[in-house]
């Protein structure tokens, strides 16, 4: 698959399959993905945290509404970085933490396995659950399986999914 190939067919998977674990030489192909992407300065502000407990991924599933997937999940990795809302912190670090969450979800599509994203909205509870510093910051937790249906590794984009090249590009200005 080429990279080309990865982004026009990736598909959200929210569903996986619970019997199967991950490969461990796949989840150390996700990790090291992360580990590669740029970041600002180099100055790679980010630590990931793997879950594959299966109460502690259901426990996780409460840091948003949106983050259910995460119980079904085989594994999540939370992205955890130092808080970018701290004085003198750049926010730069959240463009970071975009480029390693998508190295992760690119390679773990190109090995079969599906992933989606979660925001975390509750950081008291992701904080007590995962343990990290107090003055570190999990935004995103990552979930990652094979997918429940395999069929979602060949789901074709729904139709009128993505704007027009031609409506999202202005040339030299708006």
């Given amino acids: 698959m080429t990279v080309w190939e990865a982004i026009r067919t990736r598909r959200m998977v929210r569903r996986f399959d619970t019997t199967r674990p991950l490969e461990p030489v796949h989840l150390e ?3 090291d993905a992360g580990r590669h992407a740029g970041s600002s300065k180099n100055l790679q502000r980010w630590d990931f945290v793997v879950i594959e407990d299966r109460e502690l991924l259901g426990r996780l599933a409460g840091v948003g509404p949106y983050a ?5 999940a085989t594994v ?7 808080d970018p809302m701290a004085d003198g912190q750049p926010m730069s670090v959240m463009w970071d933490l975009g480029l390693a969450a998508g190295n992760m979800m690119l390679v773990a599509w190109e090995l079969g396995i599906g992933s989606c994203p979660a925001t975390v909205y509750d ?7 995962l343990g990290y510093p107090a003055d570190h910051h999990c935004e995103y937790l990552l979930s990652f399986g094979y997918p429940a249906d395999p069929a979602d590794l060949t789901r074709p984009p729904k139709a009128g999914g993505r704007r027009s090249l031609a409506e999202v590009v202005h040339r030299g200005r708006w």
């Fill in 29 to 31: 192909r996700i990790l």
């Fill in 68 to 72: 259910g997937h995460l119980a079904g």
């Fill in 76 to 82: 999540a990795v939370a992205l955890v970085t130092p």
């Fill in 123 to 129: 950081q008291a509870l992701a904080r007590s659950l």
